[in-house]
Each structure stands twice: as structure tokens, then as C-alpha cells.
């Protein structure tokens, strides 16, 4: 089956504690994506990334850090500067940025901070 | 910057109901626009995607329409059931750009 996996379903972060978030795809495309998605706000753009070796940042990136080593995967590390980290977390990919083809999301990872 | 509103913000409707929810968007040099839904706690799930040449699309009980020129798009449900009830967002694509998003419609349908 195809499709974005992520993990761990919840994760709950100590304070000055750094976290990361696992993302991967078997769907063979090159643009992947982390957005955070808090109540009411809709969906913002954290980071992303075109191809291997290779990402931008977002809208909200600061306190977030990223890195694309394999096609496959797109960790998300939430350092200890992010200071309101409490949010869901989902991850996307797409054959390419933009473009005329669909984003595939996974089924996201709840952060809480404890 | 492309600004992409959704109106209601939330919609509560008894089953059976036919059922327009909104998207409107400031840039109409779009490229695509999607309707996703998504449950509560999950990921978003791809409904339609409207080509910037195309003015609809049909799936089911799902019909979107695209007007470009006046920067709107709607999602018509027919027949809506209880297990229609989700959030509903639209986001809007141009070119090389990442997708902007709406805030969503939250909907609600009571049996």
C-alpha cells in the first residue's frame, strides 16, 4: 500500500527538551512538507523540502529544524526553542512543489508538552 | 500573498440536507484548487482537485465547481449523512507555490 506514514501517534515533550517527529513515504515523490495545524488557524507551512539535501523554510520555522538525507524521509526535530510546541503536526508530500498534481498527508502526530 | 477564505466557519445541518460550503480566494492566477476533509485528530484526505481549465468535478454525492474569475470555488454535497461530518478545507495552488490553505468548514450533520 502507498502512503505517508508518521510517528509516534502522540508525543509529549519536557521542557528544554528537543523531539522529533518521523515522516515517510513510499510514494516515490520528490516535494515533502511539515505543517502545524493548531484550533481555528487552519494549516501553517513549517518547512519544506523539493528534492534530497535540499528544504525551505516556511511560514513558522523558527524553533523547527528539518533534513531530507533519503527521498523517503522528512524528520522534524522540535528544539527547545520553540517555546509553544503544543499543536498537530502533519506532514505531506507531492510529486513535485506546486504543480498540477494532489498533496497526500499522513495522519499526523499530536505534540504535547508536559 | 494569496489569501484563501472559507465561509461558514461552521455549519450544523439534519441528514438529508443538500449542502453548499464556500471557498474564496484574492489571486485568480491559480494553477489547481483542492477540496480536502478531514476527521478529527486525523490527516486530511484529497476529495477533488479542479484544474485551473476545468470549471467542475464530480465524485459521489461531492460536486466542486471553479470560478476563477470571480475567485470562488463551492463544494456541493448532496444527501448529507452523519458520516459527512468533518472539517472541509480547500487549498489553492499556483504554479511552483506551496498550496495555500483555508481555515476550513466544520460540519456537522445530526441525524
Known amino acids: 500500500d502507498g502512503g505517508i506514514t508518521q510517528s509516534p501517534k502522540y508525543l509529549f515533550r519536557k521542557e528544554g527538551q528537543n523531539v522529533t517527529l518521523s515522516c515517510e513515504q513510499n510514494?516515490?515523490?520528490?516535494?515533502m512538507y511539515w505543517y502545524r495545524q493548531d484550533p481555528g488557524q487552519g494549516l501553517r507551512l513549517i518547512y519544506y523540502?523539493?528534492?534530497?539535501?535540499?528544504?525551505q523554510k516556511g511560514d513558522i520555522a523558527e524553533g523547527y529544524s528539518v533534513s531530507r538525507e533519503k527521498k523517503e524521509s522528512f524528520p522534524l526535530t522540535v528544539t527547545s526553542a520553540q517555546k509553544n510546541p503544543t499543536a498537530f503536526y502533519l506532514c505531506a508530500s507531492s510529486i513535485e512543489v506546486g504543480g498540477a498534481g494532489t498533496q497526500y498527508f499522513g495522519p499526523g502526530t499530536r505534540l504535547l508538552v508536559l | 500573498k494569496q489569501e484563501v477564505t472559507q465561509i461558514p466557519a461552521a455549519l450544523s445541518v439534519p441528514e438529508g440536507e443538500n449542502l453548499v460550503l464556500n471557498c474564496s480566494f484574492t489571486?485568480?492566477?491559480?494553477?489547481?484548487l483542492q477540496w480536502f476533509r478531514q476527521d478529527p485528530g486525523k490527516g486530511l484526505t484529497s476529495l477533488l482537485l479542479?484544474?485551473?481549465?476545468?470549471r467542475e468535478q464530480t465524485s459521489g454525492r461531492l460536486n466542486a465547481s471553479l470560478d476563477k474569475s470571480s475567485g470562488r470555488s463551492t463544494l456541493y454535497i448532496a444527501a448529507s449523512q452523519p458520516g459527512d461530518s468533518a472539517t472541509y478545507l480547500c487549498?489553492?495552488?499556483?504554479?511552483?507555490?506551496?498550496?495555500?490553505f483555508g481555515r476550513g468548514t466544520s460540519l456537522i450533520v445530526h441525524p
Open positions: 510514494l516515490n515523490h520528490d516535494a
Open positions: 489571486d485568480s492566477a491559480i494553477y489547481n
Open positions: 479542479i484544474q485551473s481549465s476545468q
Open positions: 487549498a489553492v495552488s499556483r504554479g511552483s507555490y506551496i498550496p495555500t
Open positions: 523540502s523539493q528534492i534530497v539535501n535540499d528544504f
